[in-house]
């Protein structure tokens, strides 16, 4: 199957694609915001008729702060800066425009105007049906880019947030999009670097619902605050302190994933206690972590599928242990390895077969596998897709029809805690659809998928990880509301986080087959 951007369904046909126009302080803007335009202007639904540049000069920051960036970077690997500029009227555009004159401007009769930098957004209102867009980020909600991130780092603050808000005309503001990205909290550049690439998809995305749901949409979209002043850069001491604690913790200390289970033939409908209360533990050897742990009940006896990763060999293998009916567990056992990283294996049984398919972004895949030997062998059948990075699939049926939970990175980004896609097939084995809204979910405290879905008292639930401030720091448990081909919703009802000085530090993933409960949690052991 092909990439990911070629599996984007098209729109609904329209009279016309929205016309867009830019207004921007400079031609040179920031590559990630040219990049999201040029996606922009290859869309079906929407076309750049329009750039007016003041051709000002580029704003340039203190020097004390472009070293302290320079040396940011080279420390943790941001990669490349998204705030290197390129220019913007290499978009393709139908006309340049020298000024703001709004005879000029009405002239071609705009559904969207763009703001850039430091181009006065009430200027602007009343010259384009839908009203003027800008990016903004943060808590409050500003529009300096070069500040995105940074507060929540010197803070210790657990997601950075980002946006797109639109002005309207005599209407206020709304916010057309909204998205929370996991702090990194010991680098401004690497999580500047990682929300800005994710913020350059959101134009796309938005004026993709605008084009096909109307004003009405728009106007149903969350009021929000106008702009205020940008926060001032703050004092870098908090960072410094915070990677210094964080080294010393590395030194002393072994991370570990580890399992625990527990036998309970009347489940609640609490998932999961977040102290473990009543589980029997598992813990693994200190060279290796064990997670994602998945069962099946066959005739009375339970199997238990899980990662397992030997931390000297940089990748992790699938095994099984069996755990009895008397709640004891056996030995661990290797059952799948490939040359490449496995993790998640989510187990379904399907028209007399039984198939594991376990996550293999890491070769850009999503491959299903058939047991030929129950439990010890399993052989490949089929790739669903190739050349989509996509991690944790989750499989459900209904409604007469199967569909995959899992996180992809948004364009340039390699981080997966964001973003959740839902596709869609008639058959397990078949040909499958992205969802119409995907991304259906972009926040990092209950996007990607924590275990199988399942049904209590007659609603369908969705368990999801917290991934901040840690990655897998808690289980969220969203009920799903609607899933349609067309549509998604669904609403948090819980949040499982183990409670402080009791040593578990995350929770990350939870299963259950007949009476057994199986999770997976985080701690550190002293390494001395």
């Known amino acids: 199957m092909a990439a990911l951007n070629a599996l984007a369904p098209a729109t609904n046909p329209q009279p016309r694609r929205l016309r867009v126009g830019i207004f921007a302080d400079t031609s040179l803007q920031p590559r990630w915001a040219v990049e999201g335009f040029g996606r922009l202007a290859g869309s079906d639904f929407a076309e750049i008729v329009a750039i007016c ?47 703001t004159s709004e005879g000029d401007v ?94 350059g998809e959101f134009a796309a995305r938005a004026l993709r619902e605008l084009h096909r749901s109307g004003r009405g949409w728009l106007e149903q979209c969350k009021p929000v605050a106008e702009a205020p002043p940008a926060p001032a850069k703050p004092a870098l001491a908090p960072i410094l302190g915070r990677i210094a604690r964080r ?114 972004a890491q070769k850009g895949t999503v491959e299903v596998y058939r047991c030929v030997d129950f439990p010890l062998s399993w052989r490949q059948e089929r790739v669903l897709f190739s050349g989509v990075h996509c991690v944790d699939a989750t499989f459900h049926h209904g409604s007469g029809r199967w569909w995959m939970f899992g996180n992809v990175a948004a364009a340039g980004s390699a981080v997966y805690d964001d973003e959740l896609h839902i596709f869609h097939a008639e058959r397990l084995l078949g040909e499958w659809q992205p969802h119409l809204r995907n991304p259906v979910k972009s926040d990092a405290r209950g996007a990607r998928p924590a275990g199988k879905l399942y049904w209590h008292n007659g609603a369908l639930y969705r368990p999801a990880q917290i991934c901040a401030p ?45 009476a057994l409960t199986v999770v997976d949690a985080f701690v550190r052991r002293r390494r001395f």
């Open 247 to 360: 080294g010393v913790q590395k030194a002393l200390n072994v991370e570990q994933w580890f399992l625990a289970y527990r036998m309970n033939e009347r489940p609640s409908g609490k998932a999961v206690s977040a102290d473990l209360d009543g589980f029997t533990r598992l813990m693994p050897p200190k060279d290796r972590y064990w997670a994602d742990p998945f069962v099946l009940e066959k005739g009375g006896r339970y199997f238990v599928f899980f990662e397992e990763l030997v931390f000297r060999a940089g990748k992790a293998h699938i095994s099984m242990l069996e755990i009895g009916a008397d709640g004891r567990a056996g030995p661990a056992v290797k059952v799948l390895e490939r040359d490449y990283h496995l993790s998640y294996p989510f187990v379904v049984e399907h028209d007399g077969s039984l198939y594991m398919i376990p996550e293999t």
């Open 53 to 99: 540049c003041a051709d000002l000069a580029p704003p340039s920051a203190p020097w004390a702060w472009r070293l302290y960036d320079r040396l940011d970077r080279a420390a943790f690997g941001a990669g490349r800066d998204p705030l290197e500029l390129a220019d913007l009227l290499r978009l393709p555009h139908h006309k340049r425009l020298h000024c």
């Open 470 to 514: 840690l990655y897998g720091s808690g289980l969220s448990i969203n009920r799903v509301l609607r899933l349609t081909t067309r549509d998604y919703a669904e609403r948090q009802v819980e949040r499982i986080l183990p409670p402080q000085g009791q040593g578990l530090l995350g929770l990350h993933t939870v299963n259950r087959a007949g």
């Open 106 to 199: 009405l002239a071609l009769d705009l559904d969207v105007a763009f703001a850039l930098g430091g181009v006065d957004d009430a200027a602007l209102e009343g010259l384009a049906h839908y009203g003027v867009w800008r990016y903004c980020f943060g808590e409050q909600r500003h529009g300096e880019q070069a500040l995105a991130g940074l507060e929540e780092v010197v803070r210790g603050l657990p997601v950075s947030a980002s946006g797109l808000k639109v002005r309207l005309a005599g209407g206020g503001s709304r916010l057309a999009y909204q998205s929370w990205s996991r702090t990194y909290p010991f680098s401004v550049a690497r999580n500047r670097a990682q929300l800005l690439r994710k913020t």
